[in-house]
C-alpha cells in the first residue's frame, strides 16, 4: 500500500483524508499528545485493521475522538455529572474518560470491556478531520505498538510506511506524551494513565482521585491491569533504558564507574557537556511541560544513534512531571539504578572524626581518608605539585623535588588569596583522587564515606549523598586534642579558634552524630 501524504493540511486534503476514513481507511492525524492512527470507530473491520498495522495486541482497547460534546450520548449508556464537569473544564484537550459502553460500539473497540474511553483533541486538525468524516474516530497512538508514540508526521512514516492509507502532518505536537485516562467507571474515580492534565487539575473538579497502582509501579503477575495497555512494555527504544535517581554528580559517579560502548544518557539542559558519555538533553529540569514535550522524540534519536543502553537522569514525578516518569518507567521495564551512597564526613577538631569512620569501617563502608588523598595529589612530579611551585614559587620543594609542607603552609596561609589559590589547585585534584579510589575499592561495600575536614569548601561536596557531621562540646574536644596531639592548652585552643563555629557545622548537616557521653556511637550511627 502506498501511504499517501498530506502536508498543506487544506480544506480539499482534509476532505480527502476524511474520505478514506469513511470508506473504512486508516488516516493518522495529528493531536495536541501525540499523533493517532485513525479508524471510523462504528466500522469493527476498519477498526481490526488498525490492530494489524500496529501490530497491537487484540485485547488493548482504543481510545474514541470525538469532535463535539453530542457525539458522546450514543457511545454510551451514563454521562454522570462528575463526567460533564470534567468535560467542561478540559475539552477540548488531552484527557481521557472511561464510561459505560454502549451497544453501538463495536466490540473491537474494547474487546471484553464494558467500558469505552472517550477523549476530545483539541488540535483543529483532528476536530476538522472528525467533523468531515462526521463519525467518532477510534485512534490509538500512530506507532509500531511497543515503540515510543510518534509527536511527528516522520515518527508515524518510520513506523507505519506502507502499512495505512495516509498520514496528515500538523507539525510536532504540543504535549508530546499521551493523554490523561481517568476510568469513572469506578467511585471513586482513578486515574489510569498520566498526561498533560494532572492529578491536582483532575481533583479541583472532582475531589479526591485515586491513582491506580500501576501508574508509578510494577503490576504483581497475575494481576489484571485497570486499563489493559498498562501491562506492556511501551515507549521503548531498542537500547535498555535504564532509571537513575539521585543527583547530576551521582549519575556521572555511576555512569563512569561501568562506561560501556554505545552508552549515552537522557539528561536535563545544560548538562550535556559535563557527562562523561554521549547524551540528549529533555528540558530543564524544573520544566516538566518541556520534558513531556521532547520525551519520546528523544527516545527514538537513542536508536538512530546506535545506543545500546541509556541512563536517564530521573525527573520529578510532580505535576505533569508524573506522566513523564510513568513513560520512563515503562521505557525501562521498570528498572531503575540507585547509585552508590556516598557520606561526607566531617566536624570540630577533636570531635572525633577519625572514631567515627572506623565505626563505619566496621559497619561495612569504605573509607577515604581525607588526609591520604590531600598527600597522595602532591607527590612529587605530580602536576599539582608542579601548579604549586610555579605559583608560589621553587622553594616549596627540597632538594629532591619533594614538597616541604611547612614552607607551602606558610605562603599559603599568609593571605585569603593564596589560600584560595591553594584550594583551587588542590581540590580538583583531591576530587578526582577520592572518587576514582571509591571506583576502584567499592565492590563489596555497603557505601562510602570521605572523611575530610575542609569538606564544606570542596566540590568533593557534590559527590556526597549525605553530610554527617560529628559533635562534642568545646571542653571534650579540647581535652582530646591535648592527649592526642600533646600540645599546650593555648596551642590547642588557638586550632579549636581557628575553625568555623560548630554552628557552621552543624547548619550543614543532614545528619549530626553526638560523639560525647551521655550518647553512645553505636546509638548515634543507627541514623544511618
Ligand atoms: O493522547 C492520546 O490518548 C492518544 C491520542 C492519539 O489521542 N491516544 C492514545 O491511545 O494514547 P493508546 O491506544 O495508545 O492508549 C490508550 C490507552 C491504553 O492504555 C488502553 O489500554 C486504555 O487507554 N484504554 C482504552 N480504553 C479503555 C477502557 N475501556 N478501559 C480501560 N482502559 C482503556
Ligand atoms: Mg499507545
Known amino acids: 500500500m502506498i501511504t499517501k501524504f498530506y502536508e498543506k493540511c487544506d480544506e480539499n486534503e482534509l476532505l480527502e483524508a476524511a474520505q478514506i476514513l469513511k470508506d473504512g481507511g486508516l488516516v493518522a492525524i495529528p ?34 475522538h470525538i469532535s463535539s460534546i453530542d457525539e458522546i450520548h450514543p457511545l ?7 463526567a460533564r464537569a470534567l468535560a467542561d473544564a478540559f475539552w477540548p484537550g488531552p484527557l481521557t474518560m472511561i464510561l459505560p459502553k454502549s451497544d453501538l460500539v463495536p466490540r473491537e473497540v474494547a474487546p471484553r470491556l464494558e467500558t469505552v474511553a472517550v477523549r476530545m483533541p483539541s488540535h483543529p ?35 507505519l510506511d ?50 491506580d497502582p500501576a501508574v508509578i509501579s510494577e503490576l504483581e503477575d497475575g494481576v489484571a491491569p485497570a486499563s489493559p495497555g498498562m501491562k506492556y512494555k511501551h515507549y521503548s527504544p531498542k537500547a535498555q533504558v535504564y ?10 559517579f555511576l555512569v563512569d564507574s561501568d562506561m560501556q560502548q554505545g552508552d549515552m544518557a537522557l539528561c536535563f539542559n545544560g548538562e550535556e557537556a559535563d557527562l562523561p558519555i554521549p547524551s540528549l538533553p529533555f528540558g ?11 520525551l519520546f522524540a528523544q527516545l527514538r534519536s537513542f536508536d538512530e544513534q546506535g545506543a545500546k543502553r541509556v541512563f536517564v537522569r530521573a525527573p520529578s514525578s510532580e505535576g505533569v512531571g508524573l506522566g513523564v516518569y510513568n513513560r520512563l518507567l515503562r521505557a525501562a521495564a521498570f528498572k531503575i539504578l540507585t547509585p552508590p551512597v556516598i557520606y561526607g564526613l566531617t566536624g570540630q577538631t577533636g570531635a572525633g572524626k577519625s572514631t567515627v569512620a572506623k565505626e563505619l569501617e566496621k559497619k561495612g563502608y569504605l573509607i577515604v581518608d581525607g588526609d591520604v588523598a590531600a598527600r597522595e595529589v602532591v607527590e612529587k612530579g605530580s602536576p599539582v605539585l608542579e601548579n604549586l611551585a610555579k605559583f608560589f614559587g621553587s622553594d616549596i620543594l627540597d632538594e629532591n623535588g619533594e614538597l616541604i609542607r611547612s614552607a607551602l603552609a606558610k605562603k599559603a596561609f599568609a593571605n585569603e588569596e593564596n589560600r584560595q589559590k591553594l584550594n583551587a589547585i588542590t581540590h580538583p585534584a583531591v576530587t578526582k583522587w577520592s572518587i576514582d579510589f571509591i571506583k576502584k575499592n567499592f565492590a563489596d561495600h555497603k557505601g562510602a564515606v570521605i572523611d575530610a575536614a575542609a569538606i564544606f569548601d570542596s566540590d568533593i561536596r557534590r559527590y556526597c549523598t549525605k553530610m554527617i557531621v560529628v559533635t562534642a562540646p568545646e571542653d571534650i574536644r579540647l581535652e582530646r586534642i591535648l592527649k592526642r596531639d600533646g600540645l599546650t592548652e593555648d596551642a590547642a585552643m588557638l586550632r579549636i579558634k581557628a575553625q568555623k563555629d560548630e554552628q557552621y557545622y552543624k547548619e550543614r548537616a543532614d545528619i549530626i552524630i553526638r560523639n560525647y557521653a551521655p550518647y553512645t556511637l553505636a546509638d548515634e550511627l543507627n541514623l544511618l
Open 125 to 159: 486538525i483532528a476536530r476538522k478531520i472528525i467533523e468531515l468524516a462526521g463519525c467518532p474516530l477510534a485512534a490509538p497512538s500512530a506507532n509500531s505498538s511497543g515503540s515510543p508514540s510518534p509527536t511527528t508526521a516522520q515518527h508515524v512514516l518510520h513506523d
Open 243 to 252: 532509571i537513575v535517581e539521585g543527583s547530576l554528580e551521582s549519575f556521572k
Open 76 to 82: 454510551v449508556t451514563d454521562f454522570p455529572e462528575s
Open 31 to 64: 493531536t495536541e499528545t501525540v499523533y493517532g492512527l485513525a479508524a471510523n470507530a462504528y466500522n469493527g473491520d476498519a477498526v481490526t485493521r488498525v490492530y494489524e498495522a500496529k501490530g497491537r495486541p487484540t485485547d488493548n482497547p482504543m481510545i474514541v
Open 284 to 294: 530543564d529540569e524544573s520544566d516538566p511541560e518541556a520534558q513531556a514535550h521532547l
Open 162 to 211: 506502507g502499512k495505512i492509507n495516509a498520514v496528515v502532518d500538523g507539525g510536532e505536537c504540543d504535549v508530546g506524551i499521551e493523554s490523561t485516562v481517568i476510568t469513572l467507571a469506578t467511585n471513586p474515580p482513578r486515574l489510569l494513565r498520566p498526561g498533560g492534565i494532572t492529578v491536582e487539575q483532575l481533583e479541583g473538579v472532582l475531589g479526591h482521585v485515586e491513582v
